[in-house]
């Protein structure tokens, strides 16, 4: 079956602009999360949402947001950019609670570049 | 706080040496383990994860890891690394429906 699917694969955006990354999950699976990974601050949870209801939510300012449509697939957004923004963004995908469920599945991520 | 303590930044080990990558968390109930692997550029795909039950697991590409709750641990290792194994590895813990991350190990292989 299909893995996690992320678009764009690679990003490059200006400092103030905003930028969506799209997720589409395993077939199936009704949890979408998303996380960032920086070479400073490693790998962060930014958001989990489930049945288009975000269910948990990282430190991360309102500028990121995100939200799931009825076929589980997934949208993230960040407005005005700033450089610190500059990561790769990673979807993951599960039945349901990952840990109750045979985990979380992580697609390849989208890597954003600020300038 | 919950947290997962990777403490070795970069291993480096021979191909066909053994291999153990530590992992201990910080967390009060029966914690949901998981090793992932990362190779550059590249998503995490899991290697292996506990949930209960025995506590030596088995993973895929010849992985095993055990899980210590007396010493809050739960190594990764193989017994015969291959250059394909050159990657970061990362150990993590489920809380509710989230992952927590350890910082990662830069895991090479020198031939």
């Known amino acids: 079956k299909a893995g996690v699917t992320q678009t764009p694969r690679y990003l490059i955006k200006t400092r103030g602009q905003q930028v969506t990354l799209s997720c589409s999950p395993i077939?199936?699976?009704?949890?979408v999360s998303w996380y960032q990974q920086t070479p400073g601050q490693g790998l962060q949870f930014l958001f989990e949402?489930?049945?288009?209801?975000?269910?948990n939510k990282g430190n991360f300012p309102g500028r990121f947001s995100g939200r799931q449509f009825s076929n589980s697939r997934s949208e993230m957004n960040v407005s005005t950019l700033e450089l610190g923004d500059s990561a790769l963004y990673l979807c993951a995908s599960s039945l349901d609670r990952g840990q109750a469920t045979g985990g979380y599945t992580f697609g390849s991520g989208t890597r954003l570049t600020v300038v | 706080a919950q947290s997962v303590t990777q403490p070795d930044i970069h291993i480096t080990v021979s191909e066909g040496a053994s291999l153990e990558l530590r992992c201990n968390y910080s967390y009060g109930a029966t914690p949901y383990l998981f090793w992932y692997v990362q190779s550059p550029g590249q998503g995490l795909q899991l290697l292996l994860k506990?949930?209960?039950?025995?506590?030596l697991v088995q993973g895929i590409k010849g992985f095993e890891a055990e899980f210590k709750r007396s010493q809050s641990s739960f190594n990764l290792r193989k017994p015969s690394v291959h250059w394909s194994d050159a990657a970061e590895y990362f150990c993590?813990?489920?809380?509710?429906?989230?992952?927590?991350f350890g910082a990662g190990t830069i895991l090479r292989v020198k031939s």
């Open positions: 506990y949930f209960s039950g025995d506590t």
């Open positions: 949402y489930f049945s288009e209801t975000q269910r």
């Open positions: 993590a813990v489920a809380l509710g429906n989230k992952l927590v």
């Open positions: 077939s199936g699976h009704r949890s």
